[in-house]
């Protein structure tokens, strides 16, 4: 009989510093759940059309204002060219990028909202769309989009990591888009203590239930220590059964870049109080800089973050969260914007997605947990019940809903749930009852 399910018997890896876990056991995650990554999170940009079509309506506008100004400013100069026009053939390409396409759907609901934007023609058809990741399988699953397939004589795809695309030359790109993707690159936790400056480090261990199942112990410990996804594929799930040891120590400045903006960021954090230092966000934006043409439209990202210091300030913020294993940070959007500073980017804006939606789409912007959030009490819900409640709240939404698509959107239930509830596991769809957006 186990006595103690947080037992920990056995360990499958020493003390290391929060970002080097983070980028293994993100590796292990994409390769054995990759497939099934919407079954922890969906979001705006995975599951829903309106941050694509806000993206959209705000590049085409912004498009024509820049475009615009250059042919004013033609004139005005005496210089005019007669053939000087916006059409395709007479101007340059457009090049966006989107870094961690995910599903392919923002991709998708860009294009095609951009597309039908564009009735003179001046824009769509000069824009050559880059999906860029770092696993062929995830940019494979991004073009098999179904509402990709109209737009794939302009779509193409970059496999590299997002902070080190060497292959593409300075001042080429226009737009960048990234959504959903720094809360999973690496990040340190950091805390000042008597003046000094430290860092969590953790230890995996597996609980004694999983492990009393592993007949293979040590083939299973060379298959982990070598992120051996189709060996780890043999044994039983493990990624949600790791018990993370932390303990703290002097930081190690050798590897991380920025080390005065950081420290000064940090003056303004109370002392033994942890924030996320973002580091793989910080050097997307340093590449970003590089790759953006003078005049371009420029970078927007889209993550799970605070830009309050009140709450960067708060010991109990949760700075990360576990999905399915996986480690997401919780995005430090004050620091963000002081590196951007740093690195050389003159207008910066930090607002929610709601609020740029809404602004973009002209339109009041909810979401699901939104609505859950003000329910009498919901956490005191068991998790079935809790699920129970989501589904009934799409369940009433579907029945007012209108917009341009027709797909599933799919709840994972927990078994209990499935057992408990009428709804079962099946999709609930969202349906184009013919009225505009």
Known sequence: MIKNPDALPQLIGEFAPVDEWQSRINR???????????RYFQT??????????????????????????????????????PTYSLSPLASSPLIVHE??????????????????????????????????????????????????????DRVSTECAEVHNLSSIPDGTVDRILCADLWNELPTKLMVRKEGEIEEEYLRPNLKEQ??????????????????????????????????????????????????????????????????????????????????????????????????DLGVLNDPEKPCYGLFGGQYSFMVNMVLAEAVASYVGFKSIAVETQREFVGQA?????????????????????????????????????NQVYTGPYDRPLDFSLREEARRRSRYGGVSLRRRDHGGDE
């Open 28 to 38: 292990l995650f994409y390769g054995l759940r990759g497939d099934a990554v919407r």
């Open 99 to 152: 870094w961690g396409p995910g599903n392919g759907n923002l991709a998708a609901c860009f294009l095609t909202h951009l597309k039908r934007l564009d009735r003179a023609g001046r824009v769509y058809p000069r824009v050559r769309y880059v999906l860029v990741g770092n696993r062929p399988s995830q940019l494979e699953a991004a073009l098999a989009h179904p509402e990709l397939g109209p737009h794939r």
């Open 210 to 307: 999983v492990f009393d199942l592993i007949t293979d112990w040590a083939g299973f410990v060379r298959a982990f220590e070598a992120l051996d996804v189709e060996a780890l594929k043999t044994f039983p799930p493990f990624l949600e059964e790791i018990v993370w040891e932390r303990e703290y120590r002097k930081a190690d400045w050798k590897s991380v870049s920025f080390r005065k903006t950081i420290t000064d960021h940090l003056k303004q954090i109370e002392e033994h109080v942890l924030v996320p230092v973002n580091l793989g966000a910080y050097a997307c934006l340093k590449e970003a800089k590089r790759l953006l043409a003078r005049d371009a439209i420029g970078l927007s990202a889209f993550d799970a973050g605070s830009a």
């Open 44 to 81: 705006f940009s995975s599951a829903d059309f309106r941050l694509a079509h806000a993206l959209a309506a705000d590049y085409y506008a912004r498009v024509q204002k820049r475009e615009q100004a250059i042919g004013d400013g033609r004139g005005a100069i005496g210089k005019s060219d």
């Open 361 to 397: 789409l002209g339109i009041n912007v909810m979401s699901v947990m939104d609505l859950l959030a003000g329910f009498p009490s919901p956490k005191t819900l068991s998790p079935w019940e809790q699920d129970r409640l989501v589904l009934q709240t799409i369940q009433r939404l």
